[in-house]
């Protein structure tokens, strides 16, 4: 326990001194949003960092043609507080719908609640107004990673917890695909208490694309059925015993 302490004690550490060196840059989108593509690509370098430094060895499998000159909603599944920063090591720029808690962090908060999008789950206006911003985020040429699972709930992982209709909706209303992407070990390395980092191997599998078939309401049920079936059928593939 002491020495997983010690862990913990290194890898907030290090993930801080990153993030304060990458913080001056980070300001460049801040105040010129028509840089926003900084955005995904020193993420992903500030996630580089961190996994390196807490040696954390990490594979991205593409199993699906993404072309990164089109726009994508990236779906992951979501059973450990690791899977943000994991998701940061995509290779494909984007920007997070993310839970309202990470704006009161000081200074990290200031930076996520501009670069991001918050969200408080338990608050139907705002839940609607995130809908809004991430059809905005859409029209201004972004990709989005959301969580569909809408948090960690998930009590027996590798089994999803059921999908929110929100990605889903997005997608159908705006006509662009649905990465589903899963993440089978990151509950391994940190699940639901974050005092329990513990060193590992992760994995992050992109999917085939999805496109919406119509605009209709019912395209939205089975989009969500599609990417649910996706995700779980590799959990189960990767994750049995």
Not at 95 to 108: E, N, R, T
């Amino acid at each position: 326990m002491l020495l997983q302490r010690l862990y913990l004690v290194y890898a907030l550490a290090w993930f801080s001194i990153l993030f304060l060196f990458f913080l001056p840059f980070l300001l460049i989108p801040i105040f010129s949003p028509k840089h926003f593509r900084l955005v995904g690509i020193l993420n992903r370098w500030w996630a580089y960092g961190s996994f390196t430094a807490w040696l954390l060895p990490w594979k991205i499998e593409l199993k699906g043609k993404i072309d990164p000159s089109k726009q994508y909603i990236f779906c992951p599944n979501h059973f450990s507080y690791i899977d943000i920063p994991a998701m940061a090591l995509s290779p494909f720029n984007a920007i997070f719908v993310g839970k309202h808690d990470m704006g009161s962090i000081p200074l990290f908060g200031f930076m996520y609640s501009r670069l991001h999008i918050l969200v408080d789950r338990s608050n139907r206006s705002s839940r609607y107004e995130t809908y809004l911003r991430g059809g905005e985020a859409i029209d201004q040429g972004k990709n989005l990673v959301i969580f569909p699972e809408g948090g960690i709930w998930s009590t027996n992982p590798p089994e999803l917890s059921r999908f929110k209709d929100g990605p889903f909706r997005l997608s159908v209303e705006k006509q662009i695909p649905i990465v589903p992407v899963t993440l089978p070990d990151n509950h391994h390395i940190l699940m639901d208490n974050p005092l329990r980092l513990k060193p590992g191997r992760l994995r992050l599998i992109f999917h085939e694309p999805i496109l919406p078939a119509s605009d209709t309401t019912d395209e939205v049920d089975r989009m969500k059925e599609k990417v649910f079936a996706v995700i779980q059928n590799e959990l189960n593939h990767v994750c049995r015993p």
